[in-house]
Structure formats: structure tokens, C-alpha cells
């Protein structure tokens, strides 16, 4: 072989590394994942203060959705990262559990590595995100504070449209993150516009979370199938603590409506795992109106669920709330959002599989 030959192969194999070493890099995935979940509910009033009723709904835990994740590896850490993510109802098939749209969940694109992560497009808001982090019932649909959010401002906060959001990456236990949702029309800039903003300690089991919420009418929030653009401020501050099998939290939220009422709610509960398979929670949220405190309610639930396997599990749920004035506090996100006045018992069961 001569040394010309020596040199092509040389040449090849040099190529060869560059190429495989690129492909490395530039390495991309992207994930299926979805819940199906459907039950039946019962409550022994229904808002207007009829007889009992009794119905399938969908999402008796979680709503049911399915969605896309990608990323691709750029290297140096840097990762290019979107989501899709549309609600679906169970019950007839159609659209459920978002704003109304195809992907009305979730619709966004960003960038993430050690700088933290930068997302552009319809998110949830930082001030949700809290409230998730310190929801004791794991936000179920049934019995939590997830009815109490949507009854107090339907999708507001929830899914923010032509929003632009920062989460810094973690620092001492430390993390914070932005968002600023640009809603507006011409003319008028400050229509529909939302902000939230964030900061979560977490340490050795014990977390501490606050966030703020402030959203304007208006825009094109308000164009959206079930309109996210209710004005409203939202304040919260919660704290979680995990030891053993056993999870206890506490949280205070505020929401002050424009020209309404200016809840406060007082919530705290426990999560506790039985068996690898056996879970128990429960929980109970006290509301009161700032603006005529003779307007509040107190809401208790609490819940079991059994794993049939890491996927699928039973679930059976009761709950009680009792309405003060012109409370209307209902006990699940879907088919009991409100409640008249005086005391409604519920329960649900059903089944959730995730994939």
C-alpha cells in the first residue's frame, strides 16, 4: 500500500469521526405521551339546587390530553425543546380540558441548557406552575384546588397564549422564572397582556413556593374558544414537606377579580403512599370573599387510588363543600364546577391510564 493510499484512508476515517461526532450532537427525539381518563360522578346537588345527579365525565383525576415532546442536542449542553399538547373529552371524543383548540394545551418551542430555559408560545404560567407544585390532592380534577382556580378564572393563567417565559436553572436549593404573555392589539398594547413571575426553594424535603399572576381583558386571549382573559391579579405562597412515604403541604392563594369578589383561599393536605401501589390523599380548602366576608366556604376531599400496573390504576374520590352567601365553590372541574348555596356532597371513580 503506498503512502497515497495511507493518506485516503487516513482522510476517510477523519471524515468518518467528524460526521458519527456531529450526528452525536445534533441527536433528536421525539416522545408520544398522553392520559386517558374517565369515571363517573355523583353529587347530591347539582348548581342550580336540583336533585341529585349522576354522569360519566371525563377527568375525575386528570384531564385527559395527549402530546408531543421533542429535543434535539445542538452540544455544549444547549438543547432545542417543544411541546404540543391538546385536551380530548372520553366521553364524546371531542375537544376537552384546554382553551377549545387542536393543540390548545400546550404550543411551544425554546431553548434550554446551563443559562436555564427560554419557552416562546402557549405555556402555562409561572403562577400555575406554583399551584401545582403545592396542590396536596396532586391537582385532581375532583375535590382539589384545581375546580377552585377554574371557578374563580376559568383558563385565565392557565393557558397563556403568545407568551415568552425564563426559568433560571437551580442555585442553592433556588429558582426562579418570567413570563410575559403578549396580548394585545393594535392599538392597544396592554389588552390581553399577562405576567407572572416565580420563586421555588427546595431542600432537603422541604419546599417553599410563591408566585404572582396579573392579566389584562381583553386582546387575543379573549378570541380563543373558552376565553382565557379574565382581569385579574393572583398571589400565592405554599410550602411542602416529604419524609418517608408521607408528602404534607399548605398554600394560600389570592384572586381578586376587576370589579368582583377578591378570594382568598386557605388549603393544606397530605399525600400518603400506603403500598408501592396503594396511595391515600386528602385535603380541605377554606375560601373566603375580601369583599364581604358573609360570601365563603369550606371544601374537604379525600382519595384512593390503586396502580393495576406503572401505567394504569382505579381511582374513588369523596368530597364535601358548604357555601356561605353568594359562594359558589362546586367540587369538580368537570361536571361540578359550582355549587348552590348550603352543603353538596360528590364522589368519583374511574380509571387513568397514561402513555
Known amino acids: 500500500m503506498n503512502d497515497r493510499s495511507h493518506l485516503t484512508i487516513k482522510f476517510g476515517v477523519g471524515v468518518a469521526g467528524i460526521v458519527v461526532a456531529a450526528l452525536a450532537h445534533a441527536q433528536s427525539s421525539v416522545t408520544l405521551y398522553g392520559v386517558a381518563d374517565a369515571g363517573l360522578l355523583y353529587t347530591s346537588r347539582t348548581a342550580g339546587g336540583g336533585a341529585h345527579q349522576l354522569s360519566m365525565i371525563d377527568g375525575g383525576m386528570s384531564g385527559s390530553h395527549f402530546g408531543l415532546k421533542g429535543a434535539e442536542d445542538l452540544g455544549g449542553g444547549l438543547k432545542a425543546i417543544m411541546t404540543l399538547e391538546s385536551g380530548i373529552s372520553m366521553a364524546n371524543g371531542g375537544f376537552a380540558n384546554s382553551n377549545g383548540n387542536l393543540f390548545g394545551r400546550q404550543a411551544w418551542v425554546g431553548l434550554t441548557g446551563g443559562f436555564g430555559t427560554v419557552l416562546t408560545g402557549l405555556q402555562y404560567s409561572p ?34 397564549p403568545n407568551a415568552i417565559s425564563y426559568t433560571s436553572p437551580v442555585i442553592g436549593g433556588l429558582q426562579g422564572s418570567a413570563m410575559l404573555a403578549l396580548g394585545g392589539k ?117 382519595g384512593v387510588d390503586y396502580s393495576l400496573s406503572k401505567r394504569t390504576l382505579l381511582y374513588g374520590q369523596v368530597a364535601y363543600v358548604k357555601n356561605h352567601g353568594k359562594m359558589n365553590t362546586g367540587l369538580s372541574l368537570n361536571g361540578a364546577l359550582f355549587a348552590s348555596e348550603g352543603s353538596t356532597v360528590g364522589a368519583t371513580v374511574g380509571i387513568r391510564h397514561t402513555f
Open 127 to 160: 403562577f400555575v406552575l406554583s399551584l401545582i407544585g403545592t396542590e396536596p390532592r396532586n391537582v385532581s380534577y375532583f375535590g382539589s384546588g384545581a375546580p377552585l382556580y377554574v371557578g374563580n378564572v376559568l383558563d385565565t393563567g392557565l393557558f397563556n
Open 186 to 302: 393594535p392599538g392597544d398594547f396592554q389588552a390581553g397582556r399577562q405576567y407572572s413571575a416565580r420563586l421555588k426553594y427546595d431542600m432537603g424535603g422541604f419546599t417553599l413556593d410563591a408566585a404572582v399572576y396579573s392579566g389584562n381583558a381583553g386582546g387575543t386571549t379573549a378570541m380563543t374558544p373558552v376565553p382565557s382573559a379574565v382581569e385579574f391579579t393572583g398571589r400565592t405562597i405554599g410550602a411542602g414537606y416529604t419524609i418517608g412515604n408521607l408528602t404534607a403541604k399548605a398554600v394560600f392563594v389570592n384572586y381578586k377579580v376587576a370589579g368582583s369578589f377578591d378570594n382568598r383561599v386557605f388549603g393544606g393536605g397530605f399525600d400518603y403512599a400506603l403500598t408501592p401501589a396503594l396511595n391515600a390523599n386528602a385535603g380541605a380548602w377554606y375560601t373566603s370573599d375580601g369583599n364581604d366576608t358573609a360570601n365563603h366556604s369550606i371544601m374537604t376531599a379525600a
